[in-house]
């Protein structure tokens, strides 16, 4: 009996987890490839998910999803919409959402596996599958391979991953090169003198302190780095005080920072330190900021003998204009462990999850940003169809491609 993938999807969507608790996600998972027929070992990098199909002799291909959600409440109104909430790793409870489509790319491969496994009279070789967790703080595929996974299974020939984004639905985004950006992610501790607020002449304000540094650092993209050059300073989080008329000891940032390369990142990141310090000099700190690194991960590239190979088969079975070039994306990924620390070549791709029409019509309007909900809003919400069998197809002619 084949599986559901519109019942799987609306079930996963209604039921996010957070980075490293996918916990359920992962038994649903375990479940339908034990259906398949397949071996599964679960736990691996702590709720990651790999199974594999051996098929003679031929090439490894490995095909990834990730399967983490994110603390966003759903505003999308949506019958299946998320109510669930979760605890983050600070002990808040939260409300969790796939504002990413992780559940849409667990679907996905979940379907093309089981395409793959009713024609194996039709191909050759080892497909490993890896359903990673913990996309979302960069650090899944590292506790995958810190915990084995490479020396357990074989290693791939290509390492190939998805994302649904919001491009029209049959469209398909990829390209040669740099697909997504290098990314580090901050947190910075800010400390001044905590006293009355009725007193501030006696105190050093760490608000006012983070307010100086947050206005100072949106001048890095705007003032410090070439226009034709790509960098984000992003301020995603500021947290000082608890009370009116209290002035906090302490002020917390957490910092993201995008760029195209190792060139790139040094460049932004030495701005970023040099004015994070100087405001707290120039606010009479007594104490140094801490400035911590959380995540680093690496640009995702994708190589460019695969992807022109790819390509191709892409717009053989759908069509001449089916692929774009989307340019680069500003967010990153850490699907490129798996290929960088194996020294297989990547491809990753988008494929689209907008109703073709709205698109068209916001397109046509000049309103593509306030109309079409982007990856991690509480908005987002893919259309199911064919969303869902594009995403299957994308997956099944890919690994096909590379298969012997």
Not at 156 to 161: A, Q, S, W
Not at 220 to 235: F, L, M, Y
């Amino acid at each position: 009996m084949s599986v559901d993938l519109e019942s799987l999807y609306t079930d996963l969507h209604a039921h996010p987890e957070l980075s490293f608790q996918e916990t359920r996600t992962a038994g649903i998972i375990a479940r339908h490839l034990a259906d398949l027929g397949l071996e599964v070992e679960e736990g691996v990098g702590r709720t990651g998910v790999v199974t594999r199909i051996d098929n003679g002799d031929g090439p490894v291909v490995w095909l990834r999803a990730d399967m983490d959600g994110l603390p966003v409440e759903e505003q999308t109104g949506l019958a299946y919409a998320s109510t669930a909430r979760g605890t983050d790793p600070a002990g808040n409870a939260v409300p969790v959402m796939h504002a990413c489509g992780h559940d849409m790319h667990v679907t996905a491969l979940i379907g093309a596996l089981e395409r793959l496994v009713a024609t194996t009279d039709e191909w050759s070789g080892t497909v490993v599958a890896v359903f990673q967790p913990a996309e979302e703080y960069g650090a899944g595929s590292k506790a995958m391979i810190a915990d084995g996974v490479l020396e357990r299974y074989p290693k791939p020939d290509i390492v190939l991953g998805q994302h649904v984004t919001p491009l029209p639905a049959g469209v398909i985004g990829v390209r040669p090169g740099t697909q997504m950006a290098a990314s580090d992610g901050l947190t910075v501790m800010l400390y001044g003198r905590g006293g009355h607020g009725s007193r501030p002449h006696s105190t050093i304000d760490p608000v006012v302190m983070a307010a100086a540094t947050v206005m100072r650092l949106q001048t890095v993209v705007s003032r410090e780095v070439d226009p034709r050059d790509v960098a984000v300073v992003t301020v995603g989080s500021i947290h000082a005080g608890l009370k009116n008329n209290i002035i906090p000891a302490e002020a917390k940032l957490e910092l993201s920072l995008r760029y195209p390369d190792d060139a790139a990142r040094e460049r932004v990141m030495t701005k970023v330190e040099r004015i994070i310090r100087a405001e707290a000099a120039a606010s009479g700190a007594e104490k140094e900021p801490v400035i911590t690194t959380d995540h680093t991960l690496p640009p995702t590239i994708n190589d460019a003998d695969a992807t022109a190979r790819l390509t191709e088969a892409f717009r053989r079975s759908f069509g001449e204009g089916s692929v774009v070039d989307p340019g680069m994306f500003t967010g990153s990924e850490d699907v490129s462990w798996f290929a960088r620390e194996s020294g297989a070549p990547l491809v990753f791709w988008f494929w689209g999850g907008v109703d073709p029409q709205t698109f068209a019509d916001a397109l046509a309007g000049g309103t593509i940003e306030r109309d079409i909900p982007t990856n991690h809003s509480p908005f987002f919400a893919p259309v199911m169809q064919p969303t869902i069998d594009r995403g299957v197809e994308n997956l099944v002619v890919a690994a096909r491609e590379f298969l012997g």
